[in-house]
């Protein structure tokens, strides 16, 4: 709280001179009562309802922006830990980042579209410092173009009455992001060329017929283009100034209004709606899952694959058509205040397109969005008693997708706010009295989340004011933040942490406390390598103006400090190595926070002041070795193994042939090992759903939503392989003596 206010007080000071300033310096000022994304939110104005239904809606440098923009540029410059300068250097990194951002895989811009802006390119940051952002918006302008110019050609090709010849020997390479941009438009067309043949190649190869697969192609690239021809300004804005914040920093970064509304979503699990996840499906919003528990669902009308039509507010108001539009924007038509009513016109899923519409009329209340919060899996695992005798036993399996926290009902001091500890709290006291012999916390895929909530986690398997996590400033000055003074270890038993590739941040910072503090053992894939800390603020917090409306102008989301293990070791760049290494389909090289050109380096500071609450370290070759006795004699393992390293050389091709018999050779190679697979799976009585399938040709949004929604809850239920072998881990534990001692005390 005191470094909040000290920011507060810096920054109002820093954009004292901001009414000034801005003034005089924006070319196309716009008042905030006539900014139609301003007013969207209070009264959805006919200005921003005619941008909406717009097919390419008109992009202005709004004041919003410019306010936005120049904020950011103090804050970044005077309060992020490196504090770097927008001079000419920083100038043309944003030049770059900026055409990087839009066009990532350099598919719909030439290297001289980029030239024709190149006088621009040291004065990027006198853009952001005075928020004048013309030139980023009239670059988007041209991109915009160019996404016209090329899907039109995409779907000229498909005109053709034979359109590609599949006995040629050609290549296309789908990943670019490292090539360089292409010179001239016989180039570009080319490789446009190439993408329509592979994507009609993959349909055909899936024994699509042609008429279909021009069809679905066609449609394929007219929503596509028509999603980006809908980009707003604030979308543009957005853009650019992100830009600028991944030049400073890779975790840095400017959020909208309508995103930053969305991440306090994504953290706090909650949200005033209906209770349904929605995905674009050709012209459609579709409801995707109905939540459970929601309005939705005790509504009892919506079901998955419902189309939505059209959206009215209250009980009479006028339905309004929402049929191509942005997801976004429908979902902010349908999401509003508690106890309030929307009325959603659909096409029910098993209807088609021209059958009569239904109206399902849905008071919105609030939505716990459960499906994303800590689960805790049970599974009987084999164990054998000093004389060889098999018995089973119950091990605890909590996944934990993120580090979640509801930051304003945990502020207004509510009971029993939504928050990854206060999850986990309630599934650790449900366990006693069930006779679970020991815990795995799988935290594969977590992201991080909450620095708090690793603190107050961490104190229910190590206890009260102990140090979790040290942090530093960009002067060097060192806070450790300890467990709550009121923790209580809820769980003494054996703890095992899967983590993988992509477990980030807090995960990091917890997995690394596991291992410090001896209390558990780790398992899984090296981490992403993330040892830096964000704050996060409104922008309107930053300016106090009399006689200005309450406008809303974003989130920035910056780094202003590193942290450390407390043995002393930053987790940046390095990650955390589990103890016991497991197989991975990751590519280390290509994936972390090491592959950042712009990542901050690894450093280590002195140890904190801490005692390991268990001594596990001499036990750990004991569990490795009873982990490879398992592995060398495990059929399962032997195929999960397998399936990684495949799956591995599939993700590093880089390049496709375009040639029908190579592809035919190469499917039927790959249908083989799937097969194989799946027979080896089904053999050990396993999951059918494996690790990859066979390409389908299709994009997200074009396959079975009820198969897509059936696989997704088979992999929800079932226990992986690398769980399993958690868990046998986990057990083991239970026979070290330091476990088997706590049993004789709790026993006497």
Do not use: C
Not at 63 to 77: D, E, G, H, P, Q
Not at 227 to 253: C, K, W
Not at 402 to 422: G, L, M, P, Q, V
């Amino acid at each position: 709280m005191k470094f909040k206010q000290t920011l507060l007080a810096t920054t109002l000071a820093l954009v004292s001179t901001y009414a000034v300033a801005h003034t005089l310096e924006t070319t196309q000022p716009l008042l905030a009562k006539n900014n139609p994304k301003v007013q969207a939110d209070k009264d959805d104005s006919e200005a921003a309802q005619s941008e909406r239904k717009t097919l390419e809606p008109k992009l202005v440098p709004e004041r919003s922006f410019a306010k936005a923009s120049f904020i950011m540029s103090r804050v970044l410059t005077h309060l992020e830990y490196e504090k770097l300068p927008l001079d000419h250097e920083m100038s043309k990194k944003i030049f770059k980042s900026y055409f990087e951002a839009l066009d990532p895989m350099k598919v719909f811009l030439l290297q001289s579209d980029i030239d024709k802006f190149d006088q621009y390119k040291i004065q990027m940051g006198d853009m952001i410092q005075t928020g004048r952002l013309e030139v980023p918006f009239d670059i988007f302008k041209l991109y915009r173009e160019r996404v016209k110019s090329r899907f039109n050609y995409a779907m000229s090709l498909l005109d053709k009455k034979q359109p590609f010849d599949f006995s040629k020997k050609e290549e296309y390479t789908a990943d670019r992001t490292k090539a360089p941009w292409l010179n001239t438009e016989e180039e570009i067309q080319d490789l446009w060329r190439k993408k329509v043949k592979n994507d009609y190649l993959r349909l055909k190869l899936a024994d699509t017929k042609d008429a279909e697969i021009v069809e679905k192609l066609k449609r394929r690239y007219k929503n596509n283009l028509n999603q980006i021809l809908r980009s707003n300004s604030e979308d543009v804005a957005e853009l650019f100034l992100n830009a600028y914040g991944d030049s400073t920093d890779p975790h840095t970064s400017y959020m909208s209004p309508s995103t930053a509304k969305n991440f306090q979503v994504q953290m706090s699990l909650s949200v005033d709606g209906i209770g349904a996840v929605l995905q674009k499906r050709d012209e459609y919003g579709m409801i995707r899952e109905v939540v459970a528990g929601g309005p939705a669902q005790k509504n009892g009308q919506l079901k998955p694959g419902d189309r939505i039509v059209a959206v009215g507010q209250g009980k009479n108001g006028p339905m309004e058509d929402v049929v191509d539009w942005r997801l976004d924007e429908i979902v902010k038509k349908i999401r509003g205040k508690r106890g309030s009513t929307v009325r959603i016109e659909y096409i029910p899923s098993e209807e088609g397109i021209d059958s009569k519409t239904k109206i399902a009329t849905i008071v919105r209340d609030q939505v716990m969005m459960e499906d994303q919060a800590a689960r805790l899996k049970m599974l009987e695992v084999d164990d054998k008693d000093s004389d060889g005798k098999s018995t089973k036993k119950k091990v605890a399996v909590i996944e934990i997708p993120s580090f979640y926290e509801d930051f304003e009902a945990h502020k207004e001091r509510k009971a029993n706010f939504k928050s990854i500890t206060n999850d986990v709290k309630k599934i650790i006291n449900d366990l006693k009295g069930k006779d679970v012999a020991a815990l795995v916390l799988d935290l594969r895929n977590d992201g991080g989340g909450s620095l708090g909530e690793t603190a107050r986690l961490s104190g229910l398997f190590i206890g009260a004011d102990k140090p979790v996590v040290q942090v530093s400033d960009a002067e060097g000055r060192v806070k450790v933040l300890k467990t709550p003074r009121d923790a209580d270890a809820l769980w003494q038993k054996p703890v095992v942490v899967m983590v993988n590739r992509l477990s980030a941040s807090a995960s990091e910072i917890f997995a690394g406390l596991i291992q410090d503090y001896q209390r558990g053992v780790v398992v899984g894939d090296r981490t992403w390598g993330k040892g830096t800390v964000q704050t996060m603020s409104d922008l309107s917090d930053f300016i106090q103006m009399r006689g200005e409306p309450n406008e809303q102008l974003g989130a920035l989301k910056w780094t202003i400090q590193k942290f450390f293990r407390v043995n002393g070791s930053s987790t940046q760049v390095k990650g955390v190595e589990p103890d016991i290494v497991f197989p991975s389909a990751f590519n280390r090289e290509e994936l972390g926070e090491s592959s950042y050109d712009n990542a901050m380096q690894w450093s280590e500071i002195k140890p904190a002041q801490y005692k390991a609450v268990l001594d596990l370290d001499s036990a750990l070759s004991q569990l490795k070795s009873q982990h490879e006795e398992r592995a060398d004699s495990s059929d399962s393992w032997k195929l999960f193994k397998e399936e990684q390293e495949y799956s591995l050389e599939l993700s590093n091709r880089k390049k496709t042939s375009l040639n029908y018999d190579d592809r035919v050779k190469e499917r039927q190679e790959m249908e083989k090992k799937r097969e194989s697979f799946n027979e080896r799976r089904k053999a050990l009585g396993e999951s059918d759903v494996g690790v990859f399938k066979l390409d389908d040709g299709l994009s997200y949004g074009e396959g079975d939503l009820k198969k897509e929604l059936a696989d997704e809850e088979k992999r929800k239920k079932n226990l992986d392989t690398s769980a399993r072998e958690a868990a046998n881990i986990a057990l083991d534990m239970t026979h070290l003596k330091i476990f088997e001692k706590g049993k004789k005390n709790k026993k006497d």
